[in-house]
């Protein structure tokens, strides 16, 4: 099993940006995917981006992709959510989470944080 932790999250105006961070411990970090996922209230947890075990490569959902960057430090255990030009419809609980394939699907990851808040005023 993974600990993952997450940080960063706040209230923060439309256009604004906001850096989260994913901290994790418990298994070797190299060895495994990382994912943001978001949910709103009274919505479904919904992708938002994922990252190869080496930062190779990353994938977005459509509605954060050119505004959000996923990378993450093997050094420090950390992965990262760069996220800019924010919008109001960006408000929702963001998760990280593990897995140990590349994947976009929640039910593929088997590790998740407690999440953090991001809310985006108008």
């Known amino acids: 099993q993974q600990q993952l932790v997450e940080s960063g999250g706040g209230l923060v105006q439309a256009g604004g940006s906001l850096r989260l961070s994913c901290a994790a411990s418990?298994?070797?970090?190299?060895?495994?995917?990382m994912g943001w996922f978001r949910q709103a209230p009274g919505k479904e947890r919904e992708f938002v981006a994922t990252?190869?075990?080496?930062?190779?490569?990353?994938r977005y959902a459509d509605s954060v992709q050119g505004r959000f960057t996923i990378s993450r430090d093997n050094t420090r255990n950390t992965v990262y959510l760069q996220m800019n030009s924010l919008k109001p419809e960006d408000t929702a609980v963001y998760f990280c989470?593990?897995?140990?394939?590349?994947?976009?699907?929640?039910?593929?990851?088997?590790?998740w944080g407690q999440g953090t808040q991001v809310t985006v005023s108008s």
């Open positions: 418990g298994r070797t970090f190299s060895s495994v995917y």
């Open positions: 989470a593990s897995s140990l394939v590349f994947a976009t699907t929640p039910s593929v990851f088997t590790s």
């Open positions: 990252i190869t075990r080496y930062g190779d490569t990353t």
